[in-house]
Every structure is written in structure tokens, then in C-alpha cells.
């Protein structure tokens, strides 16, 4: 990496999530440049956990969102949110879905994962899964950046997880944990907010 050290930390901390594009597609071509550097994320045991699934623009996506939108709707309605807003809420999750040129479902797999008799550990090995994944879908955030792609992880697949599996005809161990939405950023994020670095560390 020919960047200084501070250039390159700096370039990292300008990553933002990004929730409107323009209208241009983003090419397979790229999507596969990106989702590779995702896969090169560490992982527990180098299992690599992460599954992909890249939902092109058309019905599928829609059948998607009207689903996850549809189990949305039901949870908000449980939670007592009045009706004008759960339509509101709901429609909002449908347009960024079917607005992003392009769409990762970020899954997990514990296919690979050690097997143990007792839950702790089973749960420990459950966890490095997920946690593992998470680092993939971190990198592709970062490799999306790169590309000068905008990019933004959607938490709704893991809300409605045999919503995503249904429509998508999913391997049966692949657990939909997240969506990704990508392409040509047409927003300027808010300014960045954080924590002070002392309210989130100690040191001992
Ligand atoms: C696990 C996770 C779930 C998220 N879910 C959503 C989501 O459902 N909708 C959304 O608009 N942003 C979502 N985000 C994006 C966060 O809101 C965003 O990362 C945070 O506000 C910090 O902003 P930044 O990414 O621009 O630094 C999610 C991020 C993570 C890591």
C-alpha cells in the first residue's frame, strides 16, 4: 500500500453509510473485486463463514422487500406504532431496497465450525461464526470505499431470516445476518458521530 500510514487511517475513517445512489449500475465485474476483498477478512479456524448473495434488480428484489417489508409491518403493528407509520416505515425499507443498483445479503454458515458436546462452547464457536462474518461484511463495506461505491448494512434480513431464505432459496445453512445495499453515492452523510475515545476504552 503506497498511502502513509495516517492517509491510509484517514481514508479508512471517511468510510460512510450510504443509503442514496444515482441511478448507474454497479458492474458484476466490480461487485466480484469487492466481494473478494471481503473474503479476505480473518476469521476463527480460517472457517470463512461468510456466504454472499448478490439480489439483481427485478422481481426477486421486490419479492425480497415486499417480504422483509411484510414481517416489518407485523413487528411495528405488535409494538403498537400507529398505522400511518408502519406504512411509512415499511414503504421507506421497501424504496431503499429496490432504489440500491445493487443488493448483498451477507449470511453465516457454522457448517464448518468445531462441533462441541456442551453449549458454552458451542455458543463461543456460534459467536466466531457471526463474528467472523461481521469482519467480511466490514471489509466489503471498506473495499466498496475504495471503489468510490457508497454502501450501507441493513440489518432487516435479521429480522426476517426464513423471509430471505424463502425467496432466495438459500442453502439451508446459510443465516441470512444482513443486507448490504450498494452503488454510486448521491448524498453527503451527516457529520461523522462518535464517542470519545475515552467513554469506549480503558486502560489497564
Ligand atoms: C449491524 C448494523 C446494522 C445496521 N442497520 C442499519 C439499518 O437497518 N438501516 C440503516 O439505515 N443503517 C443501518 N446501519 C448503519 C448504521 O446506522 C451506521 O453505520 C451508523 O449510523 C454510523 O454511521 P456511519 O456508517 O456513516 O459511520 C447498520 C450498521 C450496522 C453495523
Known sequence: MSLPPEALL?????????RRFDGRPVPR?????????????????NSQPWRFAVVSAGEERRKLADRIAGEFQRDLRADGVKESDVE???SRAVDRLL???AAVI?????????????????????????????????????????EGLGACWM???????????DVLRLPADWEPQALIVLGWPAEEPAPRDRRPLDDTVIWR
Request: glycine content about 4%; aromatic content about 4%; proline content about 5%.
Open 10 to 18: 484517514n481514508w479508512i475513517e471517511s468510510r460512510r453509510s450510504i
Open 29 to 45: 465485474a466490480l461487485l466480484e473485486r469487492i466481494l473478494n476483498t471481503a473474503c479476505a477478512a480473518p476469521s476463527a479456524h
Open 88 to 90: 411509512g416505515r415499511a
Open 99 to 101: 432504489s440500491a443498483p
Open 106 to 146: 451477507l449470511c453465516c454458515t457454522k457448517s464448518d465450525m468445531t462441533r462441541f458436546a456442551d453449549a458454552r462452547r458451542s455458543q463461543a464457536e456460534t459467536t466466531m461464526a457471526l463474528q467472523s462474518a461481521s469482519l467480511a461484511g466490514g471489509q466489503l463495506l471498506l473495499a466498496a470505499h475504495a
Open 155 to 165: 440489518c432487516g434480513p435479521l429480522f426476517a431470516p426464513q423471509a430471505v431464505r
